[in-house]
């Protein structure tokens, strides 16, 4: 069974800061990585979606890596500003030959305040 | 393109009842998939489906169900609502379902069971 944990549990940081946020999954047969963000109360908003024969992924200010066989994948936030302030999550898609239709094994997330 | 809808936002119910809450896929997307979220839980997996079939189920009791219809918009129902069930319930919809396809979610709706 699949399990996905995301450290820290929360960060607080001024604004500016670079930080990193970790993801770790059990079952190294995925097909991607997504990181989403979410604020209070909302859905989610897709970030990156890196696939699993990818390394890393772009957009912006953030960059997100993969290393499969290790089970890890981190998302970099550069010059972090208080509007990104969210809940980060992670999530795996299965590599189960097809059948695992639509489900994707999400992490607990990562609550990220950014104070001015 | 309109994203994924859901309707109502907020729900309030008590225990016993039965509710149903609605979500519409983005256009040409055939794949919805449903998620609870509670803060003790995380995010769960409900069921998906595509072409008015469930394909794939998690581990949740008989009584949440669901249907898709030929439009590909989708339905849950929860029976017998219990105080646990207070969560925000999120859908997603891909255009096939596969692992590979990118799923993007609604906005959610806010059930609380009193």
């Known amino acids: 069974k699949q399990e996905v944990t995301q450290i820290p549990a929360a960060l607080s940081v001024p604004e500016g800061e670079n930080l990193v946020l970790n993801c770790s999954f059990t079952d190294s047969a995925i097909y991607n990585l997504q990181w989403f963000r979410q604020d209070p109360g909302k859905g989610l908003t897709s970030l990156l979606l890196i696939q699993s024969s990818q390394r890393e992924q772009t957009s912006g200010r953030l960059n997100a890596s993969l290393d499969k066989s290790s089970g890890r994948s981190t998302l970099y936030i550069a010059a972090s500003q208080p509007g990104d302030s969210a809940t980060y999550l992670c999530?795996?898609?299965?590599?189960?030959?097809?059948?695992?239709?639509?489900?994707?094994?999400f992490g607990q997330g990562t609550i990220l305040t950014v104070h001015p | 393109k309109a994203g994924v809808t859901q309707t109502p936002r907020y729900l309030i119910k008590t225990r016993g009842q039965q509710v149903t809450l609605s979500c519409s896929p983005i256009s040409g997307h055939r794949s919805v998939s449903w998620y609870q979220q509670t803060p003790g839980q995380g995010l769960q997996f409900l069921f998906e489906y595509f072409s008015e079939t469930q394909r794939n189920k998690g581990n949740f009791p008989g009584r949440f169900s669901g249907r898709q219809f030929s439009n590909s918009r989708s339905e849950m129902n929860v029976s017998t609502l219990e105080l646990g069930d207070s969560a925000l319930y999120l859908c997603?919809?891909?255009?096939?379902?596969?692992?590979?396809?990118?799923?993007?979610f609604g906005p959610g709706t806010r059930l609380t069971v009193l």
């Open positions: 999530a795996v898609a299965p590599n189960a030959g097809g059948t695992s239709y639509g489900k994707l094994t």
């Open positions: 997603a919809s891909s255009t096939q379902g596969y692992s590979y396809n990118e799923q993007f």
